[in-house]
């Protein structure tokens, strides 16, 4: 490969709470114990070097020795028009239809302030990404949750029956879709996205569509943007993306929607602006640039590969060696959702057993009740194989077959 995906990188005390927070004092993580070091698999960034494009384009920016109030260059639109376009085949994207936003999160709270009244209830699938029950929760809008049902071969599916019911009973005009899903890592098929926005026109639901997850894609897995499907739900979408999470940029915040109905964007944009903090950084948008060269299109290309190389090991590990242990095998993102129900209930263990058993030995996964899986666990495998391979080792001799 051109680019580095094998390099272990030593991420104490730079900054990267996935290793920092380890063993801090209120920390929900303890240290591993003795002879143990820290894999982290918890947080959902990536453990890789980024493509060198994105470090060139802010040093080069940091040379100049000023940095103050500026305004998105054509630069920026155009890279991330072109991104849409050759990742994808969006077309007709102009700079009109984007808009910068501090975070997807951020993003989400201010198209639901847009389009509901505090105390709305607002239709979300489930597992659940913590971060939304979060900010949902915290801004005042009660979710209504749609379980995710799996079909004959494990794959994930939405409920068109219950959305409906929920939808109906409910009075729902907003719902939130996740696409790829997390922590499912279902990749929705088109007929997919095309029957849940049939069913939103048929209601009137706006949808608030979470699309952070689209360039991180497992062989032969393509995504389908919500707003291409028809032109009403073109119209009917706030669509959020990010380079942060294909690129591993969190830590320097920036975001961006699009939004094609000119109503709806003036509104959220009007929205976003009231607690003056939603503003553009300098150097991420820089960064955004460095990202979306062309060096940037083969580094994701790359990155897909060692991601489906990093499932497919694990997926086969936990198949041939942790009797009880189930997943659905991960068409996007670099999440594994973990059903540990059956094992737990052989051996007699509590997730909170389970948990810390993997903690102690240095694996730090997460617990998935945060995401309503009542007995899963959530895997970050954005790491060099390597790691991946001993996480799994220990998890084997220490934790599920000890």
């Not at 927070?21 to 918890?42: H, K, L, T």
């Not at 801004?139 to 109906?168: F, Q, T």
């Not at 942790?322 to 659905?328: H, I, L, M, R």
Request: net charge negative.
């Amino acid at each position: 490969m051109k680019y580095d995906f094998t390099s272990i990188l030593d991420r104490k005390g730079k900054d990267a709470i996935a290793v920092d927070m380890i063993g801090m004092p209120g920390s929900a993580y303890p240290a591993p114990r003795e002879g143990f070091d820290v894999i982290p698999m918890w947080v959902a960034d990536m453990n890789f070097p980024v493509v060198p494009t994105i470090q060139e384009a802010m040093i080069e920016r940091a040379k100049h020795p000023t940095f103050g109030y500026f305004m998105p260059t054509p630069e920026y639109y155009g890279s991330i028009i072109r991104w849409q376009e050759t990742h994808n085949a969006v077309t007709g994207l102009k700079a009109e239809h984007i808009g910068y936003e501090n975070g997807v999160l951020g993003g989400v709270v201010t198209a639901l302030n847009v389009l509901c009244s505090k105390g709305d209830k607002v239709l979300v699938h489930s597992p659940t990404y913590v971060g939304f029950t979060h900010s949902l929760e915290n801004n005042g809008y009660d979710i209504v949750h749609s379980p995710l049902v799996k079909d004959e071969n494990g794959i994930w599916r939405m409920d068109l029956a219950d959305m409906e019911k929920k939808i109906v009973e409910n009075k729902i005009h907003a719902a939130i879709f996740c696409s790829p899903h997390n922590p499912c890592g279902r990749v929705w098929e088109r007929w997919e996205v095309e029957k849940a926005m049939e069913l939103y026109k048929k209601h009137d639901v706006y949808v608030i569509s979470d699309e952070i997850w689209s360039d991180i894609l497992l062989t032969g897995q393509k995504h389908t943007p919500t707003q291409s499907v028809s032109e009403d739900a073109k119209l009917r979408t706030v669509a959020f993306y990010a380079p942060s999470k294909t690129f591993n940029l969190a830590g320097l915040v920036g975001s961006y929607h699009i939004i094609y109905n000119k109503w709806l964007k003036d509104r959220c944009d009007k929205e976003a602006s009231l607690s003056h903090y939603n503003s553009m950084n300098v150097m991420s948008m820089h960064a955004l640039i460095g990202a979306y060269k062309p060096e940037g299109y083969e580094w994701v290309e790359e990155l897909r590969q060692v991601i489906t190389g990093n499932v497919d090991y694990a997926y086969k590990y936990i198949a041939e060696h942790f009797e009880g242990v189930e997943v659905s095998r991960p068409q996007g993102t670099y999440m594994l959702f973990l059903d540990c129900g059956k094992w737990l209930e052989k051996s007699g263990k509590t997730m909170d057993e389970l948990l810390a058993a993997g903690w102690d030995v240095g694996v730090v996964w997460q617990d998935g009740r945060a995401f309503h899986g009542k007995t899963h666990i959530r895997m970050n495998l954005a790491l060099p194989l390597s790691r991946v391979k001993e996480a799994f080792a220990r998890l084997d001799q220490y934790v599920f077959n000890a």
